[in-house]
């Protein structure tokens, strides 16, 4: 059975760093595209990033361009983000998910099938 377990989270203040983990087991790991979302209290889960098996060129959403960086280590079934210059907005459960999507799907929560349980992030100002 895919399971994927998120770790990492907890509470830091603005301009922190932190690197959320996410252990991949029963074939999770092996498809095609890992990604990262989130969901903030009162709003719609948002893709962050995602990784594509085969790549190191990942995916983000604008906002945290320059800031996140997705990694994976398959040797490990682990899949990374490395989280810098926090701020406040950053604040969110953040969830693993491992899926098949097309490259045109991402960043789209439906093309997901299997999903974590989430770790709260908090970034306290």
């Known amino acids: 059975q895919v399971q994927l377990v998120e770790s990492g989270g907890g509470l830091v203040q603005v301009g922190d760093s932190l690197r959320l983990s996410c252990a991949a087991s029963g074939g999770a790991s092996s498809m095609a595209t890992m990604a990262w979302f989130r969901q903030a209290p009162g709003e719609e889960r948002q893709f962050v990033a995602a990784?594509?098996?085969?790549?190191?060129?990942?995916f983000y959403t604008d906002s945290v361009k320059g800031r996140f960086t997705i990694s994976r280590d398959n040797a490990k079934n682990t899949l990374y983000l490395q989280m810098n210059s926090l701020k406040s907005e950053d604040t969110a459960v953040y969830y693993c998910?491992?899926?098949?999507?097309?490259?045109?799907?991402?960043?789209?929560?439906?093309?997901?099938?299997?999903w974590g349980q989430g770790t709260q992030v908090t970034v306290a100002s």
């Open positions: 990784l594509r098996r085969n790549s190191e060129i990942g």
């Open positions: 998910a491992a899926g098949v999507p097309i490259l045109s799907a991402v960043r789209t929560n439906s093309a997901y099938r299997y």
